[in-house]
């Protein structure tokens, strides 16, 4: 069985780790919480749901070796980074184009389920630094005399995507809450649209710079 390569209290250990890396401010749990306070609940739940889909692309690269290329080549990690980047002001300037009454509490902006689950897909494929720090973080809970590290590295990977889930979840719940009510002013409306536009900015422009 997979469950016993790996001994409860580790793995104990590591959800908790992942938790409070899942807590700790970072691109993907703003982009949810500013995804929920402009869409709703839903949304934000959607775009978590895409996020962790996006981990278990991560999870398998690492398990089967594929991240090493995105460490060993220069040209692949800019090339995902700037794509990512790319695609961070595409939704700002949508951001900035979006019209107060765009915005409702509960509904999605127009955007389908689809489309709101492909963003969180895309928004975290396309950093490469998570492949990157799993490579740097999953093994420190692995161990090769229990067995196949790369089936540890799957258990381990799911165990992380299942506390993002949680706390994700989470700050999705609690922004989608918050931004119904401030979706009641057409005002705090545009201005919600303006400061998640800086935010994808700013988001787009972090990606854009990081360094292996």
Excluded: E
């Excluded at 409860?8 to 306070?37: E, H, K, R, W, Y």
């Excluded at 949304?43 to 278990?56: D, E, N, P, R, S």
């Excluded at 398998?60 to 090339?79: D, L």
């Excluded at 897909?121 to 999953?138: E, G, H, Q, R, Y």
């Amino acid at each position: 069985m997979i469950l016993s390569m790996i001994p409860i209290d580790t793995l104990a250990a590591f959800f908790m780790a992942s938790v409070l890396l899942a807590l700790a401010p970072g691109p993907d749990n703003i982009f949810v919480l500013t995804q929920s306070a402009l869409r709703g609940k839903s949304a934000g739940l959607l775009v978590t749901l895409g996020l962790c889909t996006g981990l278990l692309v991560h999870t398998t690269a690492v398990a089967f070796g594929v991240a090493v290329i995105f460490q060993a080549s220069a040209v692949a990690f800019t090339a995902l980074k700037l794509f990512g980047a790319a695609y961070l002001l595409y939704l700002a300037w949508h951001a900035f184009r979006a019209s107060s009454q765009d915005i409702s509490a509960g509904r999605s902006n127009g955007l389908s389920a689809g489309r709101l689950y492909r963003r969180g897909i895309i928004m975290n494929v396309t950093n490469p630094k998570v492949s990157i720090f799993f490579m740097a973080f999953l093994p420190q809970f692995a161990d090769p005399a229990r067995g196949p590290l790369s089936l540890q590295m799957l258990l381990l990977g799911g165990v992380f995507i299942v506390s993002t889930i949680l706390v994700f979840g989470g700050i999705a719940l609690m922004a989608g809450s918050i931004g119904q009510w401030l979706t009641r002013s057409p005002k705090t409306q545009g201005v919600m649209n303006r400061v998640a536009g800086l935010v994808f900015v700013g988001l787009a422009v972090k990606l854009a710079t990081v360094k292996r």
